[in-house]
């Protein structure tokens, strides 16, 4: 969980998001975003796949055994929070929030059985059986909502309402979850 991520090129989606864009936690958030849709598209890819292509299951299990839950903590314990203090209540941003938590609890306790199932396609370099396609087929469907309503509904109402000092509380507590202590110039969206 707080393994250094090293920053890569960007392009592809299929790197970890460069830390250089931690000092604009939204705009991070937001490429993490970007990651993850690819990911979902990785993951039908194996879902559909005779034999799944060694580097798609090596790039999820990359992701899906790191990044993913420094990302949700992100938004758990950073920005939910901000967001739920500075928000009017004609955001209605509380009820969006509790389907966060939902849906984040739910990717948590699903993620074990995920993580086993793509290591052992990994070991096996075998077909994934029908339950295993539909289990990556309902993790990738589910978590493609769940961006849809964080980029839709969650960002843009964030860099509305949140203050400086907010971005930068965000980015503090994002540079520690990454083992992380560089001094914070600042954020800004
Ligand atoms: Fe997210
Ligand atoms: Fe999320």
């Known amino acids: ?63 899906l055994d790191g990044e993913f839950a420094v990302h949700s903590a992100d938004e ?12 009017a209540p004609e955001d209605e941003i509380d009820k969006v929030i509790l389907r966060l938590q939902a849906a984040h609890r739910h990717a948590s306790l699903c993620m074990p059985k995920i993580l086993a199932l793509l290591r052992d396609l990994l070991v096996s370099a075998a077909a994934p059986d029908a339950d295993a396609r539909a289990l990556l087929r309902e993790f990738a469907a589910s978590e493609r909502q769940h961006l849809i309503v964080e980029n839709a509904i969650i960002l843009p109402i964030a860099r509305a309402r949140l203050t400086e000092e907010d971005l930068m509380a965000l980015t503090q507590g994002m540079q520690r979850r990454r083992g992380l202590d560089q001094p914070n110039g600042g954020a800004s969206r």
């Open 76 to 87: 758990q314990d950073g920005l939910f929070p901000l967001m739920l203090a500075r928000c």
């Open 1 to 63: 969980m707080n393994r250094k991520i090293a920053p890569q090129q960007r392009g592809d989606c299929l790197t970890p998001t460069d830390l250089n864009l931690i000092r604009k936690p939204l705009d991070f958030i937001a490429e993490d975003h970007l990651r993850e849709r690819e990911i979902c598209a990785t993951l039908d890819r194996i879902a559909e796949a005779s034999v799944p292509e060694r580097g798609d299951l090596e790039i999820v299990l990359t992701f």
